[in-house]
């Protein structure tokens, strides 16, 4: 084995940094410069990011995602009160407009398509996503998972029609621009996920 040197990279120094969030982002461009660093991150071996930067083409991508309720600054709430509230406090309609007016909040939407269905795409998707993700930290942007136009089979396939790709799967949905940073998702400790 070749003895190596550790880089200290932009994106290994983002890695703590990174977060996703279910926030409202600002709604301003990104430059030029940025998007081509987004674009050459989230591409890789099969795997392309399709960057979706027009307001007309970001406003027809209206759907949404879920995460931890304080990344999206709603409260937490135990899960015996949550579950009793739940019902009460959301409908299809108020989720809709809220999704909504988060896509329309973004400067962009990243789409990641691999070439192939199989395996072995799925997960240069996800390690193009998380390179993007790294670049995105590092240049001081937000991003937020948009999956629900990939979830489905019939909606995935309108989806790709949709963003005219001749050949490819969308496996993921990005949204990202400039926002607040959020409290933390909880995690548990390294010793308590290792084998």
Request: net charge positive.
């Amino acid at each position: 084995m070749l003895p190596t040197v550790a880089l200290r990279t932009p994106l290994f120094e983002a890695i703590p940094h990174r977060q996703i969030t279910g926030a409202d982002f600002d709604g301003q461009p990104l430059s030029s410069a940025e998007l081509r660093l987004l674009e050459a991150a989230g591409s890789g071996p099969g795997v392309r990011v399709h960057l979706l930067t027009g307001r007309q083409a970001i406003g027809a991508v209206c759907k949404g995602d879920g995460l931890f309720s304080a990344c999206t600054g709603k409260p937490s709430l135990p899960t015996w009160l949550g579950c009793a509230i739940f019902p009460l406090v959301l409908s299809e309609r108020k989720e809709n407009e809220r999704y909504t007016r988060q896509i329309r909040s973004s400067a962009g939407i990243a789409v990641f398509v691999s070439q192939r269905d199989d395996q072995w795409h799925w997960i240069e998707a996800g390690r193009a996503f998380q390179r993007c993700a790294l670049q995105a930290t590092a240049l001081g942007v937000r991003t937020s998972h948009l999956n629900q136009p990939v979830e489905v089979a019939p909606i995935r396939a309108g989806f790709g029609r949709f963003l005219g790709l001749a050949g490819g799967r969308p496996d993921l949905v990005i949204r990202f621009g400039r926002g607040p940073l959020m409290p933390r998702s909880l995690r548990r400790p390294v010793d308590a996920v290792l084998v």
